[in-house]
Structures are given as structure tokens and as C-alpha cells.
């Protein structure tokens, strides 16, 4: 069986990146689309047979209006399966009759349903989100099937495409940050909160960075990003940012802090599965994959907030609380990438017997 799969844009590390080094191991002969592919800052796709526009490797935030025919222009007519994965124009591909296309939704794109009024302040690209949410609406009926990554996207995929969906949960590593517990279940820990995180205004690390001032508690910031400069001026003699750390220190990171906290709405959230891989409860608001993914009171904290207020009151309280690493560790294996790939594969097995003709 001939396979494509398409991503929006391939020009980076993040969370959905693993998404694609799953479906790449699952399909490891099959070509890649995409509107934007950098090698150099997404090294892991080097060795892909890549199809990209050439003359575009990064900011498409600038070109929101191309990437329409960029996708539409891809000639699918070889493939019997084409998997369209992301939030933006991936599923917007156009196939021919006996090509199956199924799309692993990562959310309706943000900027123009859910959290439109956060990212078009400025007119003009709120006059172009018009015309684009226009051709999103077309693009959306264009799978086959629509597979959702959590409880929240299917829930808008319903809202803004009117279409059902399955909710298959991305895939994690789990082996990777698990760590042994000894029979007191007890783990040795430091004593600092941890967040992991792209520095974007939408994942609100700077609500963590007040509360920790507020708290007086050790906070520890992995990742890096554009709003850096701006979260470090916030932050106070209690936060720490480490920029980005090397893949295999990443693990004792999390096994070693009181708690991982999340402040964003996430569509799924891979960090806080992570965190619990690793035997330590989350704190997160409670919006978003949060909901699938913390079990509250046993492997975590759901605040009904994500305010400066809600995060400081919890920080505050937390030593008085206890939590099991190994409730953690077995709420973390329900989202092992051995259960993504049973499961992914028997549904997209599932499709391509009921839409190949």
C-alpha cells in the first residue's frame, strides 16, 4: 500500500513533533508533505523523503494566504492512504476518488475558531482570517475520517466542522521518564516545580512565573521561545530558566521535582503525561487535555482557573498534600506509543476498508 503523510509545516521540536516520529515508524517508506520543511531546526526529518514548497523554510506566520495552494497543489494520485495530520491546511489536500484520506486532527486551527479573538487584534488579519476560516470550512469535509487527540478537540471539531470523530491519544514514551519506585513508594525529589514549555504567549508561563514569585517557590522553565525576554523580566530570584536541555536529562528533570505545572489551555498536553511517566503529579487548569490526562486528587491537581491567584494558593498548600508515584506511573502507561500504534493502526485499517474502492 503506496502512503503519504502531510503535516503542516515541519520546522520544528515541540510536542506534536513526536506525533510525527510515530507515524513515520509506523509508516517508515512513506513520503512527506508539507508547507514549510527546514531540515536544520527539525533535524529529526532528515533522513525523509520530504516534498515542500522550496522557497519557504520558516516564519508562515507570514504567509497564511499561500499556504492554500500549496497544499492544494500536491498530486496525491499515487498513493492508496494519505494520512493529513496537524491543526491548519494539511487536511485541506485534495485527493482522488479511491485514495483514502484520513486526517489526525490536532485541533481546528486556533487563530480562527477558539481562540481567534487572542491572535487577530490587528484588522487586516482579521480580514484575512475571514477568507481563510472560509476555505477551512471546505477544506474540513475533505477527509475521509477525522481522528481527534483528546476529549476537547473532538468537541470542537464537532462545533466548527459539524463532523464526528474518534479520539485516539497522541503517542508518549513512557519508558523513557519512568523511573523505579521502591516498595514505600516513596521517590527522592528536589525542591522545585517544573514546567516544560515552547515560551508562547497561549501557554501562559507567565501566570506559573507569578505565582511562583507570589508562592516564594522554586520554579524551573525548560524550553525556549519568543516571549523569553519578556517572562524573564517577570520572573523573581525563585525561577530558573534552563533554555533548552539535552533529550536525556530531560527525564531526571521530572522525576526529581515536587510537581509539573501546566497553566494552558493544551489541546492534548504530552508534557504532563511526562511528569506522571516520571512518578509526579501535575497542577494544571483543568480546560483542555488536561481533563483526559490528570486524574484529580490521585495523579493531580484540576484548578478551575488558570489566575495567578489559583496556581499561588496551590503552590503554597502543596507540601501538605500527598500523591502515589505509582498512581502516576499507571495513569501515564494508558498513553504509551505502544497503545497509540495498536490503536491508530486498527482504525486507519478500519477506514481504508470502508472508503478504498
Known sequence: MAVALVYDRINKIGGAEQVLLAFNELYPEADWYTG???????PFSRTWRVHSFRFLHNHHEWFPWIMPFIFESFDF????????????????????PGTVHLNYCLTPTRYLYSHKDEYLSNPVYRFVANILRKWDLVASIRPDEMIA???????RIKKYYKRDSDIVFPPVDVNKYYTSIMPTRTLLVGEYFLTVSRLVSYKKIDVLIKAANHAQVNLMIIGEGAQYKKLKALAGPTVTFLGLVPDKDLPKYYQNCKAFLHAGEE??????????????PVIAYREGGAQDIVIPGKTGILLEENSIVSFTTVLKEFDTMTFDPLDCQNNAQRFDKSIWMKQISERINQICQTYQK
Request: hydrophobic share 40%; aromatic share 8%; proline share 2%.
Open 77 to 96: 494520485g499515487s498513493y492508496d492512504l494519505v494520512i493529513s495530520i496537524g491543526s491548519a491546511e494539511s487536511k485541506g489536500i485534495i485527493t482522488r
Open 149 to 155: 487527540i483528546s476529549t476537547q478537540v473532538k468537541n
Open 36 to 42: 514549510f520543511w527546514n531540515p536544520l531546526t527539525a
Open 267 to 280: 489541546d492534548f498536553g504530552i508534557g504532563m503525561v511526562e511528569a506522571q511517566a516520571a512518578g509526579r
